[in-house]
């Protein structure tokens, strides 16, 4: 077999230097929240023998890991639920953002007309709003759905207005020059040109429609006419059973963040061959 | 060669005010012949950009007319290429050459010939499927007026294209710019504000004045083509390009002149 020498390069040491810190960050980003998870979790057990806390008051987190397992029915179901909320409520963010802001770019006229009011919604406490929706819608889920969405469209629709608005005006000279369409136009050059705005926008959006789902449930719940996650946690509030409270309240984080990570690869997968912000920066 | 005896394209009289009052041009008048390369050469503000918006159809000017001569003029005669090479980022050098193809309903597979043809032209052969953040400076802008030459237009407006490149690009790519001009015949109009480039590139050189924009004298080149390196460094070169710095300088010195009153 022949033998292929590679000759390692001859770096100084400043650039041996950089390689491996370089190296050290890498295996740091993942290596240190991990470290500083565990101690935190390790101090609040501690803390929990020590004190001798009630269980009803604050669990173990071992209690908490058992509870996730035993009742994992019962709150995956209602996972589900809210889930189902989130995603939807995002959906439909997702259309009224982008139908909106595209409206908005068809003229200023619209935009200056309606922009104010999208402000409004987005101002007020969606807990404030909630008692409205409530007399005026009668379906549960469609009551939720809107709570949820009021909360996740605006970074939507305020990106991507933002993004379509913000095309290199040279290249909408350049379409002109072309005796392009006003739609030609929007497809071939502004929806593009907004999508690393849009996709800024849409994770926001993602957490934002998470919380929307389960505030809107807690208020709903209250009610007694939720089944979410957020029912489940007011449910074992009134019954003292901390541990389940606990384990809804890890699975809501744990949703956001899996939201917040598919979101940001899609944003990857779509931004990193072309958009600054996805690309790497060489030394 | 073409005679550059015919005219092609005629400014009558224009004139732009802006809405802020301001005198972009006042009465230009100029007569571009049919294969000229001609250079709209002045200092900044003498509304050299504005003329060539007005001709590309971009602005409408306040006075005058923009007469086109010859067969009625299609939209494909007309190439653009700005001073930045304004390309769809998202976008390959393939998919971007396309978009005025595109634009005008060819596909992607019918383009093919014309694109890889001009594609060759430009020496970008093999870098179809680059994205243009890929690519150097020059290289952007061997896209962009690669993308001006796909349609066959009849005239290459060109808005300062190589101000932002460095010496070295800028002098192979003037050298490319003639061979394409020679081999295909258009008609160049070039917004420069170099001397250097403007009388190695031109055979006729409008000298413009600023405050308010406007014709202050014409100039021909008349050196023989092709022109090539030895070109550049020529006695001829030397002389020509003192003649139109001189032109310049006192295209300048009127405005100096003006301000005084």
């Given at each position: 077999?022949?033998?292929?020498?590679?000759?390692?390069?001859?770096?100084?040491?400043?650039?041996?230097?950089?390689?491996?810190?370089?190296?050290?960050?890498?295996?740091?980003?993942?290596?240190?929240?991990?470290?500083?998870?565990?101690?935190?979790?390790?101090?609040?057990?501690?803390?929990?023998?020590?004190?001798?806390?009630?269980?009803?008051?604050?669990?173990?987190?071992?209690?908490?890991?058992?509870?996730?397992?035993?009742?994992?029915?019962?709150?995956?179901?209602?996972?589900?639920?809210?889930?189902?909320?989130?995603?939807?409520?995002?959906?439909?963010?997702?259309?009224?953002?982008?139908?909106?802001?595209?409206?908005?770019?068809?003229?200023?006229?619209?935009?200056?007309?309606?922009?104010?009011?999208?402000?409004?919604?987005?101002?007020?406490?969606?807990?404030?709003?909630?008692?409205?929706?409530?007399?005026?819608?009668?379906?549960?889920?469609?009551?939720?759905?809107?709570?949820?969405?009021?909360?996740?469209?605006f970074p939507i629709l305020s990106n991507t207005t933002l993004g379509l608005n913000s095309v290199d005006r040279n290249l909408i000279d350049y379409f002109k020059l072309n005796g392009a369409s006003r739609w030609q136009t929007l497809w071939h050059l502004r929806l593009p040109a907004a999508m690393p705005y849009f996709l800024g926008g849409l994770k926001i959006a993602g957490g934002l429609a998470l919380i929307g789902a389960v505030v809107a449930e807690f208020v709903a719940g209250t009610a007694g006419q939720s089944s979410g996650l957020a029912s489940?946690?007011?449910?074992?509030?009134?019954?003292?059973?901390?541990?389940?409270?606990?384990?809804?309240?890890?699975?809501?984080?744990?949703?956001?963040?899996?939201?917040?990570?598919?979101?940001?690869?899609?944003?990857?997968?779509?931004?990193?061959?072309?958009?600054?912000?996805?690309?790497?920066?060489?030394? | 060669?073409?005679?550059?005896?015919?005219?092609?394209?005629?400014?009558?009289?224009?004139?732009?005010?802006?809405?802020?009052?301001?005198?972009?041009?006042?009465?230009?008048?100029?007569?571009?012949?049919?294969?000229?390369?001609?250079?709209?050469?002045?200092?900044?503000?003498?509304?050299?950009?504005?003329?060539?918006?007005?001709?590309?159809?971009?602005?409408?000017?306040?006075?005058?007319?923009?007469?086109?001569?010859?067969?009625?003029?299609?939209?494909?005669?007309?190439?653009?290429?700005?001073?930045?090479?304004?390309?769809?980022?998202?976008?390959?050098?393939?998919?971007?050459?396309?978009?005025?193809?595109?634009?005008?309903?060819?596909?992607?597979?019918?383009?093919?010939?014309?694109?890889?043809?001009?594609?060759?032209?430009?020496?970008?052969?093999?870098?179809?499927?680059?994205?243009?953040?890929?690519?150097?400076?020059?290289?952007?802008?061997?896209?962009?007026?690669?993308?001006?030459?796909?349609?066959?237009?009849?005239?290459?407006?060109?808005?300062?294209?190589?101000?932002?490149?460095?010496?070295?690009?800028?002098?192979?790519?003037?050298?490319?710019?003639?061979?394409?001009?020679?081999?295909?015949?258009?008609?160049?109009?070039?917004?420069?504000?170099?001397?250097?480039?403007?009388?190695?590139?031109?055979?006729?050189?409008?000298?413009?004045?600023?405050?308010?924009?406007?014709?202050?004298?014409?100039?021909?080149?008349?050196?023989?083509?092709?022109?090539?390196?030895?070109?550049?460094?020529?006695?001829?070169?030397?002389?020509?390009?003192?003649?139109?710095?001189?032109?310049?300088?006192?295209?300048?010195?009127?405005?100096?002149?003006?301000?005084?009153?």
């Open positions: 077999m022949p033998s292929i020498e590679t000759v390692p390069p001859v770096i100084d040491a400043e650039e041996a230097r950089r390689e491996r810190s370089r190296k050290l960050e890498r295996t740091g980003r993942w290596l240190l929240p991990l470290l500083i998870m565990a101690a935190a979790l390790y101090f609040w057990d501690r803390v929990c023998v020590w004190n001798e806390i009630p269980q009803y008051i604050l669990p173990r987190p071992g209690v908490v890991l058992n509870t996730l397992i035993e009742d994992a029915g019962l709150l995956f179901a209602s996972l589900l639920v809210t889930l189902r909320i989130t995603m939807l409520s995002l959906a439909l963010a997702v259309v009224g953002g982008v139908g909106l802001s595209v409206l908005f770019t068809q003229s200023r006229w619209i935009e200056m007309s309606l922009f104010p009011f999208a402000i409004v919604l987005q101002v007020t406490p969606i807990v404030a709003i909630f008692p409205l929706i409530n007399i005026y819608v009668d379906d549960q889920t469609t009551k939720l759905l809107l709570c949820a969405w009021i909360v996740a469209f489940r946690i007011i449910e074992a509030g009134y019954r003292l059973n901390a541990p389940r409270l606990f384990a809804a309240l890890i699975l809501i984080s744990l949703t956001g963040i899996i939201i917040f990570l598919a979101l940001s690869w899609i944003s990857h997968l779509v931004l990193h061959r072309w958009h600054e912000s996805a690309l790497k920066q060489e030394q | 060669m073409p005679d550059r005896t015919n005219p092609f394209l005629i400014l009558q009289s224009i004139g732009k005010t802006f809405a802020s009052g301001v005198t972009a041009l006042d009465r230009v008048n100029l007569t571009v012949n049919e294969g000229d390369f001609m250079s709209l050469l002045g200092p900044s503000g003498c509304g050299k950009s504005t003329a060539l918006r007005i001709i590309a159809g971009l602005s409408s000017p306040t006075s005058g007319v923009v007469d086109w001569r010859g067969p009625p003029l299609q939209q494909n005669d007309i190439g653009f290429v700005f001073q930045e090479p304004t390309l769809l980022p998202w976008a390959s050098v393939y998919d971007n050459v396309w978009l005025p193809l595109r634009l005008r309903g060819v596909s992607r597979k019918d383009a093919e010939p014309q694109i890889a043809e001009v594609l060759e032209r430009v020496h970008l052969t093999g870098f179809e499927n680059a994205v243009p953040r890929e690519l150097s400076g020059g290289m952007k802008m061997r896209v962009s007026i690669a993308r001006g030459l796909v349609t066959r237009p009849r005239i290459l407006l060109m808005d300062e294209p190589f101000a932002a490149l460095d010496e070295i690009t800028r002098f192979k790519l003037n050298n490319d710019l003639l061979e394409l001009w020679q081999e295909r015949r258009f008609t160049v109009l070039f917004v420069t504000h170099s001397v250097f480039e403007s009388v190695f590139l031109s055979n006729r050189i409008t000298v413009m004045a600023a405050h308010p924009g406007r014709v202050f004298e014409e100039l021909t080149i008349d050196a023989p083509y092709p022109r090539d390196a030895a070109f550049r460094t020529s006695p001829h070169y030397a002389e020509l390009c003192r003649n139109t710095s001189d032109t310049l300088s006192r295209a300048m010195g009127m405005e100096a002149a003006d301000a005084v009153h």
